[in-house]
């Protein structure tokens, strides 16, 4: 057991000090941190109060409503906020509104220092645009997409409660009416509610088969490289002499999951961190706590945590031991990929039953599939989050997959203790089969 | 006598249609230097995997310490060098050694303070913190050397342990198997070149096509081999000389250096004949020495097949 372990921390520690197990570790939250702060540092200097003059050529009071619905909107979500807009209304009759119009574009998109009268843009209203919706503006800043959104939704409003009036309908009323259903979807579990939405539950499945099919693809692959490796540098010798195969089996693949769990907590951790200091990283950096992006995490119920866990850990073990086993029998990763190909495919298998169950999580190929071993893992925990599984079904499940495991290393540990010492040609399927077989 | 360290007892080993080692015997007692001699190929290897249970024989069975344990239980009390040397390249010459030591069930404190001393041992220290693919392949192979023998094992098992290695290198190794067998420990290495054994080694087995062809002390072999060799050198009368040295009444074998020679007699016949036949040709004799067969000519008379045998001599 010690030696396990001593095998275990060399490989973690000789993982853990690669460049690119540090960068790759790095790497993520730095994104996640830029992702979520950038949009908000990148907006802040688009966002500054717009000079805009309004060629009011209404016969009614449409543009001085523009004009008030305009200025009362800010530049954030606080009241106490700069205003949006810094408006200029100048009337016009319809034969005077190009000239009027004109004479204002001549200020448009100049420097502040250069003319103080100078103009981010023209809003031209006519008499017609009540009624067919159709303004003009003339500005600076015409492809920017969400400033234009801004003013035209705000125009669009004031011409919708404006026609209610005309209409003799309180736009109150009409607003009250227009309010949409919200239906809000709890799970419920053994009688009791959760507290999970239904969406969530999804989610949460969703991300767990989706980690568990990287981490096996990833560090799958890394425990074939990682025995190729030993094989050629012929250290696996060295090794022989003083561990049993099954102990550097089980050391190797406990150590690159243990690699790989590590970086995968460093990467919730990091997710966690930022959700929930947003409003203290958002003011380090001098942004709006309401301008940064947010990760939702969903709750995570314990029963599920564990469910997860456990089925990670035997998948993991059950994958991991299959690559190390397929990694002993060759001698380079390019032989080796021909056969860790049925593995992968395995694994693909698994992540796409996934899809199937989250639709119908108890019917009889959800409950078959979380039966089946290599399937289990990516299965049992989906439907431990989508449904209330029976206790009898989990039971079976792990007795199962935990069988499985001891049957997959057995036979990984008898080809492994084989092809560790095998260099040169490739082993024929036969050939595996007798290393299995031979005392 | 005390419990012999290894004791092979009729084993045989076959990989598929080819018999690597054909019931072999022998017993390595505790204390002292072994030598496992042999051709390439006589399966020298092969019975060095089995001792060290890597591969497991077909039949016979091999004790160590009159245990009935297999060697990885052992394995604390075993030091191994394979011929296929190999090391973590990305691991720091320190922590590798200390790995070495943590395997073999030190503790991880006790293994560096170890691996440290054989650093300095080695002359080695300066590169404790280096990583070992920045060493040269010298230092690695003392590194290895080190890492065999960190857990002071009872026996050391070394395949071709001096293959390859420089004059200097070769010399601080050697010591150091001295060492260890004068402190009553025990030492089996396996070679194919002979000088190196016949200097260090008490007992010796040589093995040919996985058979065993010779086994006993060093004393006991060369008294063994019953021929009786001489070296002669000349200054005068080298013709004479060569007419004398080609009667077969005489000399069985002759190999001729030019200057010197060195002659077999043949059997049951005293040197003191020949010596007295060269004096009355009037040979000029610089040198006319009795000397024991080398472990060369008893390894090439025994084996046989002396293409098989990297000539240490031709050298």
């Not at chain 1, 560090?219 to 550097?248: A, D, H, N, W």
């Not at chain 1, 990467?267 to 380090?284: D, E, K, P």
């Not at chain 2, 005068?236 to 000399?251: F, T």
């Not at chain 2, 040197?271 to 004096?279: D, G, N």
Request: positive net charge; aromatic residues 8%.
């Amino acid at each position: 057991m010690r030696k396990i372990f001593v095998v275990l921390l060399r490989e973690l520690n000789a993982r853990v000090r690669t460049k690119a197990f540090i960068i790759s570790t790095l790497l993520l939250p730095v994104m996640m941190v830029m992702f979520a702060v950038l949009p908000a540092l990148l907006s802040r200097g688009g966002n500054r109060t717009l000079r805009v003059a309004i060629v009011d050529g209404s016969s009614d009071s449409l543009g001085a409503d523009v004009e008030a619905s305009l200025a009362q909107q800010k530049l954030s979500r606080d009241t106490n906020s700069v205003p949006r807009y810094e408006l200029h209304r100048v009337r016009a009759n319809a034969a005077g509104i190009a000239r009027v119009r004109d004479s204002l574009v001549a200020h448009t998109g100049i420097s502040r220092e250069h003319d103080p009268q100078a103009l981010d843009g023209v809003l031209v209203l006519s008499d017609t645009t009540l009624v067919t919706g159709k303004l003009q503006y003339l500005g600076s800043n015409t492809s920017a997409f969400e400033a234009m959104g801004q003013l035209e939704g705000a125009v669009s409003r004031v011409l919708a409660t404006t026609r209610l009036e005309r209409a003799g309908v309180n736009p109150a009323v009409m607003m009250g009416a227009m309010t949409p259903a919200d239906m809000q979807t709890v799970k419920v579990s053994d009688g009791k509610a959760t507290g999970e939405s239904g969406f969530a539950s999804f989610i949460i499945a969703y991300i767990m088969g989706f980690i568990l099919y990287l981490a096996m693809i990833i560090y799958g692959q890394q425990t074939l490289t990682s025995v190729i490796e030993e094989k050629t540098s012929r250290i696996m010798e060295v090794l022989m002499s003083s561990l049993r195969p099954f102990q550097m089996l089980l050391g190797k693949v406990l150590g690159v999951g243990a690699t790989g769990l590590l970086q995968l907590s460093i990467w919730g951790g990091t997710i966690f961190l930022v959700t929930s200091q947003h409003a203290r990283i958002a003011h380090a950096i001098g942004v709006s706590a309401d301008a940064m992006q947010q990760f939702p995490i969903p709750s995570m119920a314990p029963d599920l945590l564990v469910v997860f866990l456990v089925y990670f850990v035997l998948g993991f073990l059950l994958y991991g031991a299959l690559y190390a086993a397929i990694g002993s029998m060759f001698n380079t990763v390019q032989e080796a990929q021909q056969v860790s190909m049925f593995v992968n495919m395995a694994i693909v298998i698994g992540f796409f039953t996934l899809f199937a169950v989250m639709k119908d999580p108890t019917g009889s190929l959800a409950v078959t599939a979380s039966m089946i071993p290599f399937v289990s893992p990516f299965v049992m925990p989906a439907r431990w989050s989508l449904t209330a599984v029976p206790h009898s079904e989990l039971a079976v499940s792990l007795v199962l997959s935990v069988l499985a495991l001891l049957a997959v290393t057995w036979v990984a540990g008898r080809i492994y203790r084989t092809g560790v010492l095998m260099y040169g040609k490739k082993p024929s399927l036969m050939e595996a089969m007798r290393w299995i077989k031979a005392k | 006598m005390s419990t012999p360290a290894i004791s092979i007892d009729h084993v045989t080993k076959r990989f598929g249609a080819f018999t690597a080692v054909k019931d072999l015997s022998f017993t390595v007692p505790s204390g002292g230097i072994f030598g496992l001699l042999g051709p390439n190929g006589a399966g020298k290897s092969t019975t060095i995997r089995m001792i060290m249970d890597i591969i497991e024989p077909d039949a016979g069975k091999i004790t160590l310490f009159g245990s009935s344990a297999s060697s990885r239980d052992l394995s604390e009390r075993l030091g191994f060098l394979p011929e296929e040397r190999g090391l973590y390249r990305k691991m720091k010459v320190l922590d590798h050694l200390a790995f070495l030591g943590e395997v073999k069930g030190m503790r991880k404190a006790d293994a560096k303070v170890k691996a440290d001393r054989w650093l300095q041992r080695l002359g080695l220290s300066d590169w404790r913190l280096k990583r070992i693919e920045d060493l040269s392949k010298g230092m690695q192979q003392k590194i290895q050397f080190a890492g065999t023998l960190i857990h002071d094992p009872e026996l050391v098992i070394l395949d071709e342990p001096f293959s390859g290695l420089d004059p200097i290198n070769l010399q601080v190794m050697k010591d150091v198997v001295v060492e260890i067998a004068r402190s009553g420990r025990t030492v089996l290495f396996s070679t194919h070149v002979m000088e190196q054994a016949e200097r260090m080694c008490d007992r010796i087995v040589i093995i040919a096509r996985g058979e065993k062809v010779v086994d006993g002390t060093v004393s006991e072999v060369k008294a063994g081999f019953g021929e009786r060799h001489i070296a002669l050198t000349f200054f005068r009368g080298k013709e004479v000389a060569e007419r004398i040295l080609a009667d077969p009444a005489l000399v069985a074998k002759l190999d001729d250096y030019g200057a010197s020679a060195e002659v077999a007699m043949a059997v049951g016949v005293d040197p003191q004949a020949l010596l007295r036949a060269l004096v009355a040709a009037d040979v000029g004799l610089n040198r006319f020495e009795v000397v024991e067969p080398s472990l060369q000519s008893i390894f090439i008379a025994k084996v046989g097949n002396a293409a098989e045998v990297p000539a240490k001599a031709a050298a």
